[in-house]
């Protein structure tokens, strides 16, 4: 079982960024798709950003611009740089691992949570105004 561990929450004012890693354990990486998640209060989970195997990206039209999603196999971490930050982006984000992908092929991007087998513990990213 793939286990994640993310780091790099925090509070910060409109406008600006920070910088969210995901560690994952395991062996075989390289050939996940990785996703990131955010969960705002009474809001369901939604897709943020994800990377496959080949590094292709995918981002939600809410980030796209303004967010950048990266990988690095040799540290087994995926990284999410979040940058001129509103307070709408307030929210739990959660790391996410697909190592199967369900229907998709993890080299590329996968949106749909089922399609992920393993979560982190979520970090907590707070914009104020």
């Known amino acids: 079982q793939v286990q994640l561990v993310e780091a790099g929450g925090g509070l910060v004012q409109a406008g600006g960024s920070l910088r969210l890693s995901c560690t994952a354990s395991?062996?075989?990486?390289?050939?996940?798709?990785m996703g990131w998640f955010r969960q705002a209060p009474g809001k369901d989970r939604e897709f943020v950003s994800g990377?496959?195997?080949?590094?292709?990206?995918a981002y939600s039209d809410t980030v796209k611009g303004r967010f950048t999603i990266s990988r690095d196999n040799a540290k087994n971490t995926v990284y999410l740089e979040m940058n001129s930050l509103k307070p709408e982006d307030t929210a739990v984000y959660y790391c996410?691992?697909?190592?199967?992908?369900?229907?998709?092929?993890?080299?590329?991007?996968?949106?749909?949570?089922?399609?992920?087998?393993?979560w982190g513990q979520g970090t907590q990213v707070t914009v104020s105004s």
């Open positions: 996410a691992a697909s190592a199967s992908c369900g229907s998709y092929s993890c080299t590329v991007p996968v949106a749909p949570q089922y399609a992920y087998n393993a």
């Open positions: 395991g062996r075989t990486f390289s050939t996940y798709s």
């Open positions: 990377i496959g195997s080949t590094l292709r990206t």
